[in-house]
């Protein structure tokens, strides 16, 4: 009898069932190398499929129970630097690693990092995250927190140094109710021609009119460079976003980078028309811009950014909102976060009843149902639009039915 073909592929190390030519059933596992460098595995022969399918569950928890005491004093530091080096996918963004990287260090490591695998349960986690509540932080805080100990705890059940996530049976953080929002109120229709007008006298003019006209992201309007504005066709393309990257070095110690990334979506990426108020801001930073840098002389660094330093290199987000908020200050405006001129703009178009698929595509979201749920819910006028066309849909039925009726008894 030839060897079944028909047998189920198992993942390599997992062993497999099979019949042999006499037709007796064979448990087969992979339990090492040996001195000679060959693989050794481990046999058993059974009458049945069932009872070699059985032997073979029977040997992989022997395997698994040996590999688990030979690494019972293994602790979560050391599981971590696994999970950094190999654990961590190659098509990552720098930025999003290093974000990983950052939640462990911060917040995983100095609570857990010393404890030994073997020691660690949900009850532990539990404790942990209630700890964190005690320390006062937020519960998206501690909910971050824990999707990264979820995602290194993962990578151990994956290399087999652990049976059981301890945080997926964990207690996940609800949202609190009295935790104070940055986000604020959009701008009425009033505070964003003040804010255009006003901002036009800074050096932030332009960053803000982008932002209050076109409602881009601040990481989209520091990523354009002059090549994605056309000021013939009147359009400018949003191709990339800046993001500030830091990396903490073993010795403690950390660099600051700016990296430009290219957009998360094919929505993200788009082209967007420029309306007469827009050109004349870009053209006066332009201006700006060849001033400083005839000032700056060999000390300029051609980028081809649009929004520079005095040198010529690329603005950095944080320098960027603190310059903002200072000048919000001494202008007297109403503070709003430069992330709010994105909502202002979403806010503002859809009461002026500017189609939802229009906003949603000028914002780069991905999908329709994004920009309701942020948006839409909060503007009265789509909800008076909605319940006006009921309305006006009853009152045109009833109409017709009306005549229909009147027709029919002649």
């Known amino acids: ?25 064979i448990a087969s596992l992979d339990v090492g190398t040996g001195v000679d460098g060959k693989r050794k595995r481990a046999k058993r022969t059974r009458k049945t499929k069932q009872e070699a399918a059985q032997a073979l569950r029977e040997m992989q928890a022997k395997k698994l129970e040996r590999r688990l005491q030979s690494n019972e004093r293994q602790t979560i530091n050391d599981l971590y630097s696994q999970w950094e080096t190999y654990g961590l996918s190659e098509n990552l963004r720098e930025s999003t690693r290093q974000d990983y990287i950052f939640l462990a260090k911060r917040y995983v490591l100095p609570a857990l990092g010393n404890m030994r695998l073997v020691d660690i349960d949900t009850n532990t986690v539990d404790r942990w995250i ?9 519960a998206q805080t501690r909910k971050k927190a824990r999707q ?7 990578y151990g059940i994956k290399q087999r140094v652990i049976l059981i996530n301890p945080v997926a049976g964990s207690v996940v953080p609800n949202k609190d109710e009295d935790l104070k929002t940055q986000v604020k109120k959009p701008l009425n ?11 036009r006298k800074t050096d932030l003019d332009t960053f803000v009119h982008v932002g209050a006209l076109l409602g881009l992201r601040r990481s989209e309007i520091i990523g354009l460079n002059w090549s994605d504005v056309d000021f013939e ?32 979506t094919m929505h993200s990426r788009r082209k967007l ?10 053209k006066r930073q332009l201006i700006r811009q060849k001033e400083a840098k005839l000032a700056a002389g060999s000390a300029w660094t051609d980028t081809g950014a649009v929004f520079t330093t005095s040198i010529g290199t690329r603005l950095y987000p944080s320098n960027v909102f603190k310059r903002y908020k200072k000048l919000t200050e001494s202008l007297g405006l109403r503070y709003v976060r430069i992330h709010d001129l994105r909502h202002t703009v979403a806010v503002l178009l859809l009461d002026d009843e500017i189609p939802l698929e229009s906003v949603s595509r000028l914002l780069g979201h991905s999908s329709l149902s994004i920009t309701m749920d942020i948006y839409a819910r909060n503007v009265q006028s789509v909800a008076d639009r909605g319940a006006k ?14 005549t229909k009726r009147h027709h029919a008894s002649m």
Do not use: C
């Open 389 to 402: 066309g009921m309305a006006d849909l009853y009152e045109k039925n009833r109409r017709e039915i009306k």
């Open 1 to 25: 009898m030839e060897l079944n073909e028909k047998k189920k592929r198992r993942i390599s190390g997992d062993g497999s069932v099979y019949q042999d030519n006499q037709g007796r059933w």
């Open 233 to 264: 066709e009147n359009y400018i393309y949003i191709r990339r976003s800046a993001r500030e990257v830091t990396v903490r070095r073993p010795d403690g110690s950390s660099s600051t980078s700016l990296v430009l990334n290219d957009p998360k």
């Open 189 to 199: 229709k009033v505070e964003w021609m003040d804010y255009l007008e006003a901002f």
């Open 273 to 282: 028309v420029m309306n007469q108020v827009l050109i004349d801001a870009l």
């Open 148 to 154: 990264n100990a979820f995602s290194i705890f993962k």
């Open 130 to 138: 209630h700890g964190m509540k005690k320390m006062g932080y937020s």
